[in-house]
């Protein structure tokens, strides 16, 4: 829908979740390149959680650091959400954060995300991370999908994933 002619919505996502090799970060990044082709490629923004959100950002420096990366943003790239070290205070304020940023922008703004983490309520899931209020946010903007169950790299199928996700492949 965000690619597409006309009118964007105001937010927008995907959250593509699922176990390591399956082709999230590669099916985010040909969608933010589609994007970029339909629109401002200089407003494009890529970043792992773990560059965003780490350990090496103070905890008072970083909702200026998430600020920076927001602004002029048309395109939000996050991936591997769910290994930052830090804190899970921080990590969330973090997210919390880059949500107060996201609402308050101005122009329509494409999510997309990554993450190993099965779902938003699951045990161990997103809300978990990155806190309720963060993912109360996001969950009207982003709808979770999957790549698969089987592995790119070795062609594996990762059994547990198959069995949570009900046999997407």
């Known amino acids: 829908?965000?690619?597409e002619p006309g009118p964007r919505p105001a937010r927008a996502g995907l959250m593509l979740v699922?176990?390591?090799g399956i082709g999230k970060?590669?099916?985010a990044f040909a969608v933010a390149n589609e994007a970029a082709r339909r629109g401002n490629p200089s407003g494009i923004r890529v970043a792992s959680e773990l560059d965003l959100l780490g350990a090496q950002v103070?905890?008072?420096e970083l909702r200026d650091h998430v600020g920076r990366w927001v602004d002029g943003a048309s395109v939000l790239l996050i991936d591997d959400i769910g290994v930052a070290a830090r804190q899970q205070d921080q990590i969330q304020a973090g997210w919390k954060a880059l949500?107060?940023?996201i609402a308050g922008q101005n122009r329509p703004l494409l999510l997309l995300g990554t993450s190993n983490r099965q779902s938003w309520q699951k045990e161990g899931g997103l809300v978990s991370w990155m806190g309720q209020q963060s993912a109360s946010r996001l969950r009207p903007w982003m709808r979770i999908c999957t790549t698969g169950v089987v592995d790119r790299r070795t062609g594996e199928t990762h059994a547990n994933w198959e069995r949570q996700l009900g046999g997407a492949s």
């Open 18 to 20: 699922g176990p390591t």
């Open 58 to 60: 103070a905890p008072w």
């Open 99 to 101: 949500c107060d940023l």
């Open 1 to 3: 829908v965000w690619c």
């Open 25 to 27: 970060t590669w099916a």
